[in-house]
């Protein structure tokens, strides 16, 4: 919630459906996250001829019982309050009537309108056409090469093991899975990934929302194929199969926070490069078993309580970072 | 009263200056930008879509200032934005890309369907709404760009060169709708053509090496053509273009260069 509030003017001016659309669209996002405003509206839309409808409403449900038919109920009160608002009365969008005397006639009759803010309030969208919305909005990595290429580094870990009898097929995947989600989302947002990032930065829905709409996608999609790869491939002294997570989701997040000063390729760099820097570094330098020396290294960086711990603080860290620095994600196009 | 207010802006890409400390404003109506290549007006509707950071200055836009983090969302929702290039998604419909910006834009589910149809007619694509977007062609890709744009009913429109791509009658169908926008939104259009601006501009804005080189109506500046001496052009909005731009970049400043041409007029 912000520090901004709806004016009186602009609750009347709702409340009586003189508001354009665009403008009672923004009261209505706000009133989502403001209870004192929308208790305040809630008043003001009492005081019309709205009021009288919602009354009927309110008697006609609790009247039938909360059991019985809500929608039969709503347009039977919404019918009467129509013809009690009738002529004269004026309807905005959705419910917001108003009985201003000399108004002219609606040109939608009552009755549908109200219906429509009905069905609105009280009827999700079609799942399929939601369900399709939120897929676009997960970015090009779910629908993309990206999921093809997860897939393929956790198959190639389960054969490797399988059938090559590669014994460092645990320590490498879980050396490499971090930074498969860190990829993901540098592929999922910006002008480089999206053919849409242009008019999507001009909405709403653009800045951190989107990115981390579309980590969650990212992270939906790697962290059960990786893990599932990792309990598929015998251990080899390494750690669990699932040691990765932690540390997966603190680098993720440290790229997003990174991302809101260098930008997302550049930070994708840093945090990936590092990490598979300061893992394989010391494997190839030291002596012994490539194997051996890769499973030791992953077991100090992820096993352990203490490790583990360490990267749980990481990712709160990080997490805190970003929703401090949430407005540098308003406008990522320099970066 | 104004309804966008740009104060002291100033673009940089890089080591290049985009704009330098332009002050304009705009109020309903249709507004041209016109200005050479480079010359800042992709980079000024840019800022104004709230895409493009400034490195300095201000711009309100609906009386909220764009860089207060916590009214973004509210300016967002009241704006359409075309851009000069646009991609889409290979699956998409016409439907389904216009629907999906609807809900980028935080319509209400429930208006968004008839808000979607309404837009795509009026752009003239209502017959192929279920088509796929890939499948149209340039002209008709580009009227998808600008019912995307026209979908939530905005009240400040932002177009980037639109009518790059269509043909003549469509450009000639596209500025009766700009003029009908303008009737009850604030349109600023990005332009090479003066014919757009001609045909369908309440005010022209003249921008040159970031900075703005002359402000009036088409009229104006059509009537500094028919009086320039020693400048070519097709049409006189196309001279006094001309005109307009020796005199800025020969005094400097917009007031100084209008002076000068009327001084010369006379």
Known sequence: ?335 | MPTIRVTGLHVRHRKTVALDSLDVDFGPGVHGLLGPNGAGKTSLIRVLATVAEPAGGRVEILGEDTGDHRRLGDVRRRLGYLPQDFGYYPGFTVREFVAYVAWLKEMPAAATPSAVERAVARVGLADRIDAKVRTLSGGMVRRVGIAQAIVNAPQVLLFDEPTAGLDPEQRVEFRELLRELGTSATVIVSTHLVEDVAAACTEVTLVDEGRVAYRGTPQSLAALGETAVGVSGDNPIERGYTAALRAHRAHGSAAQAVRTLEGTAR
């Not at chain 1, 399988?162 to 990829?183: Q, Y």
């Not at chain 1, 990934?193 to 990115?211: C, F, K, M, N, Y």
């Not at chain 1, 840093?270 to 020396?293: I, M």
């Open chain 1, 1 to 335: 919630m912000t520090g901004w509030h709806a004016s009186d003017d602009l609750v009347t001016r709702y409340a009586s459906g003189s508001l354009p659309e665009p403008d009672a669209w923004s009261v209505e996002k706000h009133l989502e996250s403001c209870g004192g405003c929308a208790a305040r509206v809630s008043l003001a839309v009492r005081q019309t001829a709205a009021g009288v409808v919602l009354a009927d409403v309110r008697e006609a449900v609790l009247g039938a019982g909360l059991g019985t038919a809500l929608g039969t109920a709503l347009g039977t009160a919404l019918e009467a309050g129509a013809t009690r608002t009738a002529p004269g009365a004026r309807t905005g969008r959705g419910a917001r009537a108003s009985a201003a005397p000399g108004a002219p006639a609606p040109s939608t009759p009552v009755t549908s309108r109200a219906r429509l803010w009905a069905s609105r309030r009280l009827a999700p969208p079609p799942a399929g056409s939601r369900a399709a919305r939120v897929l676009w909005a997960a970015g090009p990595a779910v629908r993309g090469a990206w999921p093809v290429a997860v897939l393929g580094v956790a198959l190639a870990a389960v054969l490797l093991a399988r059938f090559a009898d590669f014994a460092g097929a645990r320590p490498l995947l879980l050396a490499v899975a971090p930074v498969v989600p860190i990829a993901g989302v540098a592929l999922s947002y910006g002008a480089h990934a999206d053919p849409l990032h242009e008019i999507a930065a001009a909405t709403p829905s653009a800045g951190l929302r989107l990115v981390l709409t579309r980590t969650a996608a990212v992270l939906a999609v790697s962290l059960p194929l990786l893990t599932l790869a990792g309990f598929l491939v015998p251990s080899s002294g390494a750690p669990g199969a699932a040691a990765w997570l932690l540390p997966g989701l603190a680098l993720t997040l440290a790229s997003l926070a990174l991302a809101g000063y260098v930008g997302f390729r550049a930070a994708t760099a840093v945090t990936g490069g590092g990490w598979l820097c300061a893992v394989l570094s010391p494997v190839l330098t030291a002596d012994g078993r490539l194997t051996a020396r890769l499973a030791e290294q992953v077991s100090a960086c992820l096993g352990g309580a203490t490790a583990q711990g360490g990267w749980a603080a990481a990712a709160v860290l990080c997490a805190a970072l970003l929703a401090a620095r949430r407005s540098a994600y308003d406008r990522l196009e320099r970066r």
